[in-house]
Each structure stands twice: as structure tokens, then as C-alpha cells.
């Protein structure tokens, strides 16, 4: 059984910064694509950034040059850096892996989300 689990959420000033953490634990054969997506309060879930098996990345226009997405291969983990906040980035934020489950083939495995409040 996979599970992911997020950290690094909370309250911040407008033009501060955070960094969330996921951790994929359980019998996990490779990770693919890693990512993060968000949802405002009547808003559709958006990618937010997305590091590739490669670690190619893509990132929202919206988040170019503020957000940064890395990954550990080592421990199975990868965090999204976010400076310099803005309101609008107030969101729930949800990891994302592809992942590979020994013995199986893979899926899309999804984090429970944390709440990222930027409000001065």
C-alpha cells in the first residue's frame, strides 16, 4: 500500500516563503513523475509544478520563478520550494506521485493536501 504524505503548510505574510514536503513510503518499486497541484476554494484543481523521472520540470506561469520543485530519489521524497507568496497562492496543496508499487504496474497516488494561507 502506498501512501504520501505532505508537510510544510501554514500561514504566511504576503512575500514570504514556505516549503512543503512529501514522502512516499510503502512497497515502492520507482517513482516516475513527482509533482504538486492545488485548489482554491471554487477554483478546478491546477498543476502547480512537475519534475519528471529525469528531472525535467514544468512549472504554472503563474508560479515561474518563485516556485521550485526537487526530488530525492534516495528517500523516495520531493519538496516544493515557494517564495515570495501571494494571496492568490492560497490553496490546498496536494503531492503527487506516478508511482511504481512492487509487482504492479503504476498509478497516479495522491497526498491528503495542506492548507497554504498567504494573508497578511
Known amino acids: 500500500q502506498v501512501q504520501l504524505v505532505e508537510s510544510g503548510g501554514g500561514l504566511v505574510q504576503p512575500g514570504g516563503s514556505l516549503r512543503l514536503s512529501c514522502a512516499a513510503s510503502?512497497?515502492?518499486?520507482?517513482?516516475?513523475?513527482m509533482g504538486w497541484y492545488r485548489q482554491a476554494p471554487g477554483n478546478s484543481r491546477e498543476l502547480v509544478a512537475l519534475?519528471?523521472?529525469?528531472?525535467?520540470?514544468r512549472y504554472a506561469d503563474s508560479v515561474k520563478g518563485r516556485f521550485t520543485i526537487s526530488r530525492d530519489n534516495a528517500k523516495n521524497t520531493w519538496s516544493l520550494q515557494m517564495n515570495n507568496l501571494k494571496p492568490e497562492d492560497t490553496a490546498v496543496y496536494s503531492c503527487?506521485?506516478?508511482?511504481?508499487?512492487?509487482?504492479?504496474?503504476?498509478?497516479?497516488?495522491w497526498g491528503q493536501g495542506t492548507q497554504v494561507t498567504v494573508s497578511s
Open positions: 519534475i519528471s523521472g529525469g528531472g525535467t520540470t
Open positions: 510503502g512497497s515502492i518499486f520507482s517513482i516516475n513523475a
Open positions: 503527487y506521485g506516478f508511482i511504481r508499487p512492487d509487482g504492479s504496474g503504476y498509478n497516479a497516488y
